[in-house]
């Protein structure tokens, strides 16, 4: 049977792949239950493995969700299923990269929301359709999308279903940045080079203070950040170490 989600792992880099190209990654429960499955192991790995890419193969990042599996699908294991997956993936202890390339609707759009970054292709093409189809959101778009980019253009996303594109997704804050397509991979690589040569650890505890901290006041922020910060890492000395070697040759 053909994988619907693929991982690659490489120096400390995960990559998971959406594998329908077929049917522009539209997702489905088999999709949801091998994402999982990575999701879950790559969790128990946060010392093997420091970052986090997902992607999807053919002509675009995914389509939404299979509108054909809603009415005769296979059944998720309990009601919450896909929710709590997109919920896992946002969680993860590793920094979790969205790369997208083409459409990205609806589900897909929920689920590269949960990325801590979304790096994008100038043929991205972003939008939000639970409207057009009388659907109300489950996976997460009324609360990731308005954090993202605030309130206004987030009713605008998801009031019009409009489209919206990769460049524009730059400027409204929904994508960290906007690349021509022949560039998207030789930008991801240099990105995910770049953060998996600082440390595990600081990325790794900073993730977890912005999560934990996430519609505090900024007072309560900054006493919980002030109490709860877990300090030097274990690669502090190293670092250093080659820090003050290099200024002296």
Not at 101 to 126: K, N, P, V, W
Request: hydrophobic share 45%; charged share 20%; glycine share 8%.
């Amino acid at each position: 049977m053909t994988m619907t989600v693929l991982r690659e792992d490489s120096g400390g880099l995960a990559t998971l792949t959406l594998n329908r190209p077929e049917k522009l990654n539209a997702l489905t429960t088999q999709m949801f239950t091998e994402l999982r499955a990575h999701i879950d192991a790559i969790a128990r790995a946060p010392d093997r493995i420091g970052l986090v890419v997902v992607r999807g193969a053919g002509r675009c990042f995914c389509a939404g969700r299979d509108l054909d599996a809603l009415s005769g699908g296979q059944e998720p294991p309990f009601p919450q299923f896909f929710a709590d997956t997109v919920e896992r993936l946002a969680e993860l202890p590793q920094p979790v990269i969205s790369v997208v390339h083409g459409a990205c609707y609806t589900g897909g759009l929920e689920l590269a929301l949960a990325g801590d970054m979304i790096i994008a292709a100038e043929s991205a093409r972003f939008a939000d359709t639970h409207a057009k189809w009388a659907i109300t959101p489950i996976w997460g778009m009324t609360q990731r999308l308005p954090r993202r980019i605030g309130i206004a253009k987030a009713y605008e996303m998801m009031l019009t279903c409009r489209t919206v594109s990769g460049a524009e997704a730059a400027e409204i804050g929904l994508a960290n940045r906007c690349v021509p397509d022949d560039a998207l991979d030789a930008t991801v690589a240099a990105l995910a080079a770049e953060m998996l040569e600082n440390s595990w650890f600081s990325q790794q505890a900073i993730k977890r203070l912005v999560v934990a901290t996430d519609g505090m006041p900024i007072r309560a922020g900054l006493a919980y950040e002030s109490h709860r910060t877990e300090g030097f890492g274990p690669d502090m000395a190293e670092r250093l170490a080659r820090f003050a070697t290099r200024r002296r040759t």
